[in-house]
């Protein structure tokens, strides 16, 4: 796809980056057919081909309203299109940059803005937000239906492994999971203890960044990921980490990313590209630990049947499709078909407030084919998901990692003997 930048971009770092992004789209259209808010609406504006036109469009100085600001509003950075596309296009970043770019040349009505500035204020600090969940579930008989579904419960974390082993992690505890989902992260430290492996947490890491990154606000997404680099160095310089875990996969296609994102920063350029070669899902380090094979047979098999929701980030974002789904069943774990399971649930962040009537569509959409075959369990790899799962869902919606754990709990529960192991 040809382009011609406008004078006005052409010394913009980004827009030259975006120009090279769009010049391998093919216009072929295949993305269209795994694009969710296309199979919605139906609109090619409201597709990847469409909003690279509409991306193209920008940077060739074309006249942009708050109309072009919708539909690249509207799209969910899902990336279901990157892995259908056979030209390899990277719409994700292209879609960030058009939107950051965007942002510049049309103004948003106060109501919007200052809903976006309280996301970016409020979602990447625990203790804020822990403030809010406390009040939501204080006020919540008070609240309407809509918004009594979205109040989350706390979970009290249970107690952190205190053995110490010669090999070393690090751990992204996150905002969010920190606060409603704290079992998650002591769960990953669990079985990491298991297999002879101390997980540690960087006292003064935060945000990954993503919240502000993808709200178009560049300067403050990157403040975050510097600051997050410059809590794990020491660690990075001193324990012999061996990978910063994150299980949170919207996190963790970040934190990957961070090489990219600080290339051009002399300070961090190189820590960066060190800190995302560390980057690893907690799938990716059970399964180089080949986990499965270590782990103890429950002396009876698991009763509960899961559904497993596979989040964009996962799937499609880091590219590791069908991972967890072998850990759990080589486990020991019944994995129930879901059908469209490439589709996003519509959390996707900040979507499912900022683009409420949309995120509900897909995620009825989403739990239908989830509650289909009457699983015990959903079972995700998000906290995002995981949160907008369950305030619709008939059933616990729980990390996967915590079903790995609980496992490993009950085995060590039970009475050591040869037929409780693998061979």
């Known amino acids: 796809m040809q382009t011609n930048i406008d004078p006005k971009f052409k010394h913009h770092p980004q827009a030259q980056e975006a120009e090279s992004i769009i010049r391998a789209c093919v216009h072929c259209g295949f993305c269209t057919a795994t694009c969710p808010t296309y199979q919605l609406l139906g609109d090619e504006l409201d597709g990847p081909r469409g909003r690279i036109y509409l991306i193209k469009q920008l940077l060739e100085g074309a006249t942009v309203s708050t109309q072009t600001q919708v539909h690249l509003d509207r799209c969910l950075t899902c990336r279901a299109c990157e892995t259908t596309c056979p030209s390899g296009v990277r719409y994700g970043r292209l879609a960030e940059i058009g939107r950051s770019i965007l942002e510049q040349q049309v103004g948003r009505r106060p109501l919007a803005t200052l809903v976006r500035f309280l996301l970016r204020k409020i979602i990447p600090y625990p203790k804020r937000l822990a403030v809010l969940v406390i009040s939501g579930l204080w006020l919540k008989p008070l609240l309407p239906a809509r918004l009594r579904q979205k109040v989350p419960k706390r979970q009290t974390?249970?107690?952190?492994?205190?053995?110490?082993?010669?090999?070393?992690?690090?751990?992204?505890?996150?905002?969010?999971?920190?606060?409603?989902?704290?079992?998650?992260?002591?769960?990953?430290?669990?079985?990491?203890?298991?297999?002879?492996?101390?997980?540690?947490?960087?006292?003064?890491?935060?945000?990954?960044?993503?919240?502000?990154?993808?709200?178009?606000?560049?300067?403050?997404?990157?403040?975050?990921?510097?600051?997050?680099?410059?809590?794990?160095?020491?660690?990075?310089?001193?324990?012999?980490?061996?990978?910063?875990?994150?299980?949170?996969?919207?996190?963790?296609?970040?934190?990957?990313?961070?090489?990219?994102?600080?290339?051009?920063?002399?300070?961090?350029?190189?820590?960066?590209?060190?800190?995302?070669?560390?980057?690893?899902?907690?799938?990716?380090?059970?399964?180089?630990?080949?986990?499965?094979?270590?782990?103890?047979?429950?002396?009876?098999?698991?009763?509960?049947?899961?559904?497993?929701?596979?989040?964009?980030?996962?799937?499609?974002?880091?590219?590791?499709?069908?991972?967890?789904?072998?850990?759990?069943?080589?486990?020991?774990?019944?994995?129930?078909?879901?059908?469209?399971?490439?589709?996003?649930?519509?959390?996707?962040?900040?979507?499912?407030?900022?683009?409420?009537?949309?995120?509900?569509?897909?995620?009825?959409r989403k739990l239908t084919h989830l509650q289909q075959a009457q699983p015990d369990i959903i079972a995700t790899a998000n906290i995002g998901c995981q949160m907008h799962l369950a305030t619709q869902a008939h059933i616990p919606v729980k990390h996967w990692i915590e079903l790995v754990a609980e496992v490993i709990t009950t085995h060590a529960k039970e009475p050591h003997d040869a037929s409780s192991h693998h061979s």
């Not at 053995?163 to 996150?174: A, D, F, V």
């Not at 660690?235 to 090489?259: D, F, M, P, Q």
């Not at 002399?266 to 270590?294: C, G, I, N, W």
């Not at 590791?320 to 490439?342: Q, R």
Request: charged share 15%.
């Open 157 to 364: 974390p249970h107690a952190w492994p205190q053995t110490q082993h010669p090999r070393n992690m690090l751990i992204l505890k996150g905002c969010a999971q920190a606060v409603v989902s704290a079992h998650t992260n002591t769960a990953c430290a669990s079985v990491l203890d298991h297999l002879g492996i101390t997980l540690m947490a960087a006292p003064k890491a935060g945000c990954c960044g993503a919240v502000s990154h993808h709200l178009s606000q560049e300067a403050e997404g990157l403040a975050f990921m510097r600051r997050n680099i410059d809590a794990w160095w020491p660690y990075i310089e001193t324990h012999n980490i061996e990978a910063i875990i994150t299980a949170a996969s919207g996190c963790g296609v970040l934190v990957k990313e961070y090489g990219d994102l600080l290339q051009h920063d002399p300070h961090y350029a190189e820590k960066a590209k060190r800190v995302a070669a560390l980057a690893k899902d907690m799938s990716e380090v059970l399964r180089t630990e080949q986990f499965v094979q270590k782990c103890p047979q429950p002396s009876q098999p698991i009763p509960q049947k899961i559904a497993f929701h596979s989040p964009c980030t996962l799937q499609h974002g880091q590219q590791l499709n069908g991972v967890v789904e072998s850990i759990l069943s080589g486990i020991g774990y019944t994995l129930l078909p879901v059908a469209e399971a490439h589709l996003c649930c519509g959390s996707a962040g900040t979507y499912s407030i900022l683009q409420a009537t949309l995120s509900q569509q897909l995620l009825d």
